[in-house]
Nanobody
Framework: QVQLVESGGGLVQAGGSLRLSCAAS????????MGWFRQAPGKEREFVAR????????YYADSVKGRFTISRDNVMNRVYLQMNSLKSEDTAVYYC????????????WGQGTQVTVSS
């Protein structure tokens, strides 16, 4: 069982940066792939980025590639999303998720943190 708590959201001007953090409880954290998703008003939740259990492999949605960076600290049980060059279309609630295995999928979710980018 893993519990996830996001933080770091807020209001930022277009072109600015934010760093989201996700704190995880549970000893299994270091064995799970982790991901970030987002949901804008009136839209479905979409994938943003993921990172392998070791941190050696990352993958990004095309819309954020080159601007966002996902990382993790398996000692501190945290995963991060550094967001640079923010755009108004990045405005959304951002969710942290944990994936025990590819078969099980994204099983654990945080409550989300709001990111608002003003133009």
């Amino acid at each position: 069982q893993v519990q996830l708590v996001e933080s770091g959201g807020g209001l930022v001007q277009a072109g600015g940066s934010l760093r989201l953090s996700c704190a995880a409880s549970g000893r299994a954290f270091s064995s799970y792939a982790m991901g970030w998703f987002r949901q804008a008003p009136g839209k479905e939740r979409e994938f943003v980025a993921r990172i392998s259990w070791s941190g050696s492999s990352t993958y990004y949605a095309d819309s954020v590639k080159g601007r966002f960076t996902i990382s993790r600290d398996n000692v501190m049980n945290r995963v991060y999303l550094q967001m640079n060059s923010l755009k108004s279309e990045d405005t959304a609630v951002y969710y942290c998720a944990a994936r025990p295995s590819t078969i099980e999928g994204w099983t654990y979710w945080g409550q989300g943190t709001q990111v608002t980018v003003s133009s």
